[in-house]
């Protein structure tokens, strides 16, 4: 007898061996119909695939994660397929499964179009409809390599002949179309459904390295439901009208160049919004109970040699000599590896070096230590992407140097601060995951165990749910991470705390315990924000641009009707100004129409239009961003409501935050 546990903890008994198909039709027909795939002791497998032993077993359908990327996997491959039907000499390279979708690269002479998407995306429905069916063969390396040779496939060529000597390739074939991959796939090509879109064309060279050819993908979406594609496609759409790139041009907030790839040219109106999130992260600190602390940008190699990321991030760190004299000519001479300097790209070894002045005590403890660090990480020029993904940035970094006894009082107080945070930054649907260990990690499994219990428990004790990340730890620690969700839904990782045994031992931060011995400090690194330019692009983005007034760069512009009204209209701004408030004074030979609208694409938050009447009745016309209508108020009512509105979160009655939230 064969024992089958299902996921939901039932066992099913099979008198001998058993295929995924056969197994999902003695449930029911209708799960039959819908099985894709099995996932066997954990991992998934063809439908196909005899169990012939006990396993844990799971049957997958389209309306689980498992499900919907394995429809993802097999758009790639049916697009390669319709790629190469319609355009003969072309070459596939890889197509793998991303967030959202699929893509796949090919080699062909000729570019392809914005037009003939829409002709692959009909060839696709007509393989769909072939309902081609998926077997899965298994051939020799050297025999996979000559095949592909020989129909002119170089790229899979190379690609298989990087597997070591002897060993067997999976080969998968649909209809008279066949590809290498390790699987699994769906049944048959008719199992996909219809509900993809191919989005967009882009370069990318081969293999990712730029020495290499460059290759053409063709990137596309891939969901369970056309009401999925659609809710997808409306948020895409979305997502471009709210680009943070878009909306910083309009607002001149900030920009790229070529000159400084991956570095934010911050312009006024931009560095307000920066300085203002960074005060706001201030005060919070300060008020629980953090002391600030500067730290060098460069620093010797033996420090992240010691810290063990030398190893694991060297290609990502910017690596400069240090040059010292040369007594006997005029130029310099280096030295070997000792010599080498490093831009730091985070800023834990040096809050070890300053914790390590001196000796510290058991009473010292929990010591908060935060810094606004400028780090420089070397991405990849392909992976820069606006203020989400930049080469320099500025993290609201903190590090915690505790007891074991104080790991869960220390998580809770940095989770109720977090939470604190994003409630005053309009973000309320937040998402907690537990990244365990991963496969290559630093320290003992003892340690690792401890860590993650410890982490968990104190998210247990803060009443929020978690969900656990398998394996994606960093090298040195467990951590959570905090996913908030934007106004249309986006998810996006910004919080992390890292609970972390290995690092003080490596570097030597050791603390004296109540009975005199000495004992490693644990070490938290935490942050909020991440970083503050990936934080304010999700913001422009979350907000539209419409930023809350504490955070506004305008706050209010008044406008004038005609230009008897400018003496006034300045008199208005002075008021304004004196009551703390960031004012603009439009006093231009325009139409008011022209005014409130350019403002508006501004998002200026206020517009304080004021004419001849305004004037003479010391009154101004308030018209709020988004909307058409307008109240009329005296001066001081106006600068009344302004002020108030303009108090940071932190520092506004209780009150006033609901008042504003609503």
Known sequence: MIKLTMPDG?????????????????????????????????????????????????????????????????????????????????????????????????????????????KIEKKMKEIVDRDEKITREVWGRDEAVAYFKKIGENYKAEIIAGIPAGEDVRIYRQGDWLDLCRGPHLPSTGKLGKSFKLTKLAGAYWRGDSNNEMLQRIYGTCWASDRELKQYIRMVEE???????????????????????????????????????????????????????????????????????????????????????????????????ADLMAIKPMNCPAHVQIFNQGIKSYRDLPMRMAEFGCCHRNEAHGALHGLMRVRQMTQDDAHIFCTEEQIQSETEHFVHLLFSVYEHLGFADVVIKLATRPENFGGTIE????????????????????????????????????????????????????????????????????????????????????????????????????????????????????????????????????????????TRNEKINYKVREHSVGKVSAILVVGRKEAEEKTVSVRRLGSKNQTVMSIEEAVAMLRDEALPPDLAPATAVAAAAE
């Not at 033996?302 to 130029?331: A, C, I, L």
């Not at 690194?525 to 539209?544: C, D, K, P, V």
């Not at 760069?553 to 009551?579: F, G, H, M, N």
Request: charged content about 30%; overall charge negative; hydrophobic content about 40%.
């Open 239 to 337: 997502a471009e009208k709210r680009d943070h790139r878009k909306i910083g041009r309009e607002m001149d907030l900030f920009h790229f160049q070529e000159e400084a790839q991956g570095s934010v040219f911050w312009h006024p109106k931009g560095f307000v919004i920066f300085n203002q999130l960074e005060a706001y992260i201030r005060r919070r600190l300060d008020q629980s109970g953090y002391e600030e602390v500067k730290t060098p940008q460069l620093m010797s190699s033996k420090f992240w040699e010691q810290s063990g990321h030398w190893d694991k991030y060297r290609e990502n760190m910017f690596v400069v000599p240090d040059e010292v004299p040369n007594t006997e000519d005029d130029g310099p001479i280096l030295s070997g590896k």
């Open 10 to 118: 039932s066992v099913r008994e099979e008198s001998g061996p058993i295929d995924g198909f056969q197994l999902a039709k003695s449930i029911s027909n209708s799960l039959a119909k819908k099985a894709l795939a099995l996932k066997i002791n954990g991992e998934l497998d063809d439908l196909c695939t005899v169990i012939d032993r006990d396993v844990a077993i799971e049957i997958i359908t389209a309306n689980t994660q498992d499900g919907v990327e394995l429809l993802r996997h097999d758009a790639a491959h049916v697009m390669a397929e319709a790629v190469q039907e319609l355009f003969p000499g072309t070459q596939a390279t890889i197509g793998p499964v991303i967030e959202n979708g699929f893509f796949y690269d090919f080699a062909r002479d000729e570019p392809f179009h914005l037009d003939d998407l829409e």
């Open 447 to 586: 340690r690792w165990d401890a860590a993650e219990k410890a982490l968990g428990a104190a998210l247990r004790a803060t009443g929020h749910d978690f969900v656990i990340a398998e394996g994606e730890g960093a090298f040195y620690a467990p951590k959570l991470e905090f996913h908030l969700k934007d106004a249309i839904g986006r998810s996006w990782q910004v919080g992390t705390l890292q609970l972390d045994y290995v690092l003080p031992e490596r570097l030597d931060a050791t603390y004296v315990t109540e009975d005199g011995s000495r004992k490693y400090a644990v070490m938290l690194h935490r942050a909020i924000l991440g970083t503050l330019e990936r934080f304010i692009g999700i913001m422009i983005e979350s907000y539209e641009g419409k930023f809350p007034l504490w955070l506004a760069p305008v706050q209010a512009v008044v406008a004038t009707i005609t230009s008897d009204a400018d003496d006034y209209a300045k008199s208005v701004i002075a008021e304004l100004r004196a009551a703390g408030l960031r004012v603009e004074i439009d």
